[in-house]
């Protein structure tokens, strides 16, 4: 089935700013906008963001989810070693009746 | 805190029946509020989505397993089940229960790996 597109793999500098995307269509992100998640290897994934683009308690403020259109971004602001992670969109698809999940984009804190 | 617990058998022989239960603690499955889903991920790879289910048991599921996933509720045991039939290797992978709250998965278990092998 179509999932949403992100870029496999992205690379920045200590506390450097990433944004990642996640791109759509108007059958999910946008129309329903995009959850993200991150995972760390071997452990579950962790909400950083709801479609309406706030965080969950506990998150932090480094981490800016926001929408243009059919795609999603993800911006976390000074980078640091623990951010690095595989970041993951998801949305409903209206079209579809299904969650859909982006391919996933592995972030290197170099 | 609520917290989810996968359990089941971690190997499954081809062909046969994938059983897998999530335990829901510190909080219950019988709210209005959530939804109650599965979600897996085969190694090396990302997550695909296989079903909810409300406490009432609703269910929906993904088109693309929905022949052979069956998702229950047990609101007396704060559980929910999910049954995926003739199992093949494409099958093996993490699979996680999650909680969904305001159109999310905010809450995860921490999955358990499930590989189907003769």
């Known amino acids: 089935q179509a999932g949403l597109t992100q870029p496999p793999s992205v690379s920045k500098g200590l506390r450097q700013t990433a944004t990642l995307t996640c791109t759509g269509n108007s059958n999910n992100v946008g129309n329903q906008g995009a959850p993200w998640l991150q995972q760390h290897q071997g452990h579950p994934p962790k909400l950083l963001s709801y479609r309406n683009n706030s965080r969950p308690s506990g998150i932090s403020e480094r981490f800016s989810a926001s929408r243009s259109g059919n795609t999603a971004s993800l911006t976390i602001t000074g980078l640091q070693p623990e951010d690095e992670a595989d970041y993951y969109c998801?949305?409903?698809?209206?079209?579809?009746?299904?969650?859909?999940f982006g391919g996933g984009t592995k972030l290197t804190v170099l | 805190q609520l917290q989810l617990q996968e359990s089941g058998p971690g190997l499954v022989k081809p062909s046969e029946t994938l059983s897998l239960t999530c335990t829901v603690s510190g909080g219950s499955i019988n709210s209005s509020s959530y939804f109650w889903g599965w979600i897996r991920q085969p190694p090396g790879k990302g997550l695909e989505w296989i079903g909810y289910?409300?406490?009432?048991?609703?269910?929906y599921y993904n088109p693309s397993l929905r022949s052979r996933v069956t998702i229950s509720v047990d609101t007396s045991k704060n559980q929910f089940s999910l049954k995926l039939s003739s199992v093949t290797a494409a099958d093996t992978a993490v699979y996680y229960c999650?909680?969904?709250?305001?159109?999310?998965?905010?809450?995860w278990g921490q999955g358990t790996m499930v590989t189907v092998s003769s």
């Open positions: 289910i409300y406490y009432s048991g609703s269910t």
């Open positions: 998801s949305a409903w698809d209206s079209s579809l009746s299904a969650w859909v």
């Open positions: 999650a909680r969904i709250q305001r159109d999310a998965f905010d809450v």
